[in-house]
């Protein structure tokens, strides 16, 4: 009796842990959302209770930001670099397991060296040479430097280590090539890690904000975080249109990590006992 009542006062105390971390993480998106769906004038009056309720604020904040077609640009840019880094993650990592080839260990090792080199260090270089190309304002200036990852590479090399090399010999015996064995066997068993790489990559290329204000000055190549820091300019005296704003944008985000959180988990442990 008295282990089954520690149990239960343990089982009580850990729900009583997570409803506590749950109202931290949830009380400033609470706030926002409250924010976004009260007038101007009472933005400030009870900021904690849902008092005056409009959806005006996000209609006049989705027409003032243009953020309709800041979406669009956003998900252009975030596909096109998300299905990029998936295909030169699988098959760079592939060529690093199943290969051999001179200078193999040599090449990795300088791939996992760019991940030490800031963003900030290779910005100027990259802005410059978008501009000598003429892909200023273009989605090519906005998605061609993002195209491959080290970091993706890595995460799908270390879940490829742990497929047996018998697989890879009994396949080639039956007369399976390399994008055979790659497309019937190493990619579904990789599955998990290949989708949150997938949701990674959609996530970080989402909320880009420093290289879009870099390589766009024409409004019609506005992603949602340049496009939400115009509306801040031009709405000072406004501020629940840029908290409404920040909603819309942030609702796709939402949306992605609500639905594919499993994927995310599986695939970020994948691997991880074998190196």
Known sequence: MAIDQIRGGRKIGRYILLVVMAVIVLFPIYVMAI??????NKVLENPL??????F???TRAWRSGQLGRAMVNSTVVAVVVTVAQVVTSVLAAYSFVFLKFPGRTVVFVLFLATLLVPLEATLTVNRRTMQ?????NSYRGLTVPFLATAFGIFMIRQVFLTIP???REAASMDGLGHLGFLREVAVPLSRP?????ALFAFLTSWNQYLWPVLVTTDSDYNTVQTGLAALKK???SQPNLVIAGTVIIALPIFIVLISFQRQLVRGLTAGAVKG
């Open 35 to 40: 924010g976004a769906l009260k007038p101007g």
């Open 234 to 236: 031009a709405s000072l």
């Open 56 to 58: 005006g604020t996000l």
């Open 49 to 54: 209770l849902p008092s005056n309720i409009t």
């Open 132 to 136: 000598s190309l003429g892909w200023l």
């Open 193 to 197: 890690t290949i989708g949150a790489l």
């Open 165 to 167: 090399k018998e697989m």
